[in-house]
C-alpha cells in the first residue's frame, strides 16, 4: 500500500473509533435534558475531519511506538483525551459562529447551531460540549493495560492541563478575543500579528492535540518536545492552507461560505504574501514538521498526516 | 464571641484569601490579551457573596477537624478549587445575562458584562473563565503540607470530576437549558418540576463546593455522604430563598432588577406555595442539612453558613 492509501485506511478506522467513542463517552436523557443533547450532537456529528483526535491518536501510537509498546493499548489510553479535543473544537466553532462573533449560517454545509436552535440554547449548547470535555479526561480512562493507576491519574491531570491552557484566554480564546477586537477596530495586522492570533486560535489546540495524546502514551520529555514542533508547524501550515482555501475554493467543498475572509476585511496569508509565497509557507511548516520528527525518531501516520493537511482540499 | 460574629469575621478573613487567590491564579497579560482578561476580572471582582469558594474552604475545615488536622493546611488545599468555582459561577451568570437569555443589563448593582464589553467578548469571558477553572484546578495545589503527590493527584482529578459534573450538561447547564426551553414554550412548571430544575441549575454547584472542600481535604465516605446532603438540603434553601427576596427585596439590596421574576411570569416558590409556606421550606431544609452534619460530627462554620443563606437580604 501507498503512503497515501495506508494513511486514508488508518484514517478511516480511527474515525469510526472516534465516532463510535464520542457516542458512548457522551451523556444522554434523562440525566442530560434532551434538547440540550440535542444540540451538541448536532454539532459534533457534522461530518467534520476529526482531525484533532486523529493527531491526538497518531501521537499515541508514535510515541508507543518507539519504545516497541502496542499501538492499540496507546490509543486506548489516548481515546478519552481525543474525544475531548473534538468536543472543545465543535463547542469553539458553535459560539464563534454565533450572530455576536462571526455572524455564520453555514457551516460543513448545514445550517449552524443556533439558526436551528436558537442562540440561548447554541451558547449552552457549546458550554455543555466545554464542560464535558473536561469531565471526560478526568473520568477516562480509569485505568490503562500495562500502566500503573497512579501513572494513569498523572498523565491526566497534565493532560488536562496542557489542553485547558491551549483552549483558554491564553490559547484559543484569546485568540478570538484578539480576532474579535481586530474586525471591531479595523485595525490592520502585519505578518507577525496574523502568526500570533493564529498561534493562539487555531494552533494551541492542534499542538495541544499531537501533546496530549503522546502524554498519554507514555512520552518521555525529548520525544514530547519533538511533538511539540511537530504540532507548532502542523498547527501553522493548517491554518495558511485554510487562508488558501478561502480563497481558492468553491463553497460546496469547504461546506462553508468562501470568500469569506476577503469580503470581511479579514486579514490571512494569501492577502499579505500572495498565493505562491503562501503555499510554500505552508510546505517549509511541514518540511519542519517532519523534521522534528525524525529527530526523535518518531513517525506512524504523524508524517503522513503532515503531508495530508496541505494536501487537502476542505 | 456570638456564633454570628464569629462567621462575619470568619468570612471576612476568607474572603480576602479568595480575592488574593484569585488575583494570583488569573493569567495576565502579555500571555492572555488584555481586552479578554479586563471582561474577566469585570464580573470575578463585582463585589459578589463568593458562597461557593466560602463553602469549598468550610467544608475543607470541617473534614480536617473532624480527625484533628490543622485548618490552615486544608484551606491550602482547598483553595484552588474554592477559586475556581468562583470562576464557573460567575461564567455561568455572565452568559445567563447574555440578551439570547435572560438579558440582564443590571448584575450587582453595575451594568452586566455585555453592556460593557460587548456581547462577543462577554461570551468569551464566560469562555475563558469556565476553562480556566479546569486548568486551575488541574495545576494547583502542587503539593500539600502533609499529604503525598499522587494523593493529590487523585484529589484533584476526583474534585475535577465532580466540579465538571456538576457545571455540566448534566448540571448546571442542562438546568439552563431547562429553563431556556420553558421560558420559550410558556409550559406551566410544578413544584416538582421547579425543584429538579433549580437542582440542576444553582443547586448542583452548591453541593459540588462542599463536596470538593471535602474531598481535597481528605474527607472518608461517610462524611462526604453527609456533605453532599447538606450541600443539597443548602442549594434548595439558597434558591428559595432567592425567590423570596425577588419578591420581597428591593432592587437596591439585591443589586439586580427586582421582581424580574413574576414580570418574566417564571415559576417561583412564592408563586406556587405563596411566601409563609416558602420561609417554612427554606427553613425545613436547613434543618435537614444541619442534622446530616451532626450525624457525623461536621461543624466549623458549615452550621453558621446554612442560617446566614437564609438570613441574608441580599
Redesign the interface.
Known sequence: MSADADLRAWLEARRTDIDGALERFL?SAP???P???EA?RYSLFAGGKRLRPVLALASAEAAAAARGAAADSARALAMPVACALELIHT?SLV?DD?P??DDDTLRRGRPTNHVVF????A??A???L???A??LI??EPQRGDDVAD?TV??R??RT??IV??A????GM??G???D??AA?TGRSVDGEGLRAMHARKTGALIRASALAGAVMAGADEAQLHAIQCYGDELGLAFQIVDDILDVEGASQDLGKTAGKDAAANKPTYPALYGLDASRAMAAACVERALEALRAKRLAGQLPAIAQWVIARTS
Do not use: N, S, W
Not at 436558537?118 to 440554547?121: I, L
Not at 483552549?167 to 491564553?170: F, I, R, S
Open positions: 451523556p440525566a442530560c435534558p434538547r440540550v443533547g451538541m463547542y459560539h454565533l455576536a462573533m436558537g442562540e440561548g440554547m451558547i449552552l457549546g458550554d455543555a466545554l464542560t464535558e473536561f469531565a478526568a473520568r497512579e491519574a498523572v491526566k491531570l488536562l492541563q485547558a491552557d483552549a483558554g484566554p491564553c480564546v484569546g478570538q478575543a484578539i474579535l477586537e471591531g
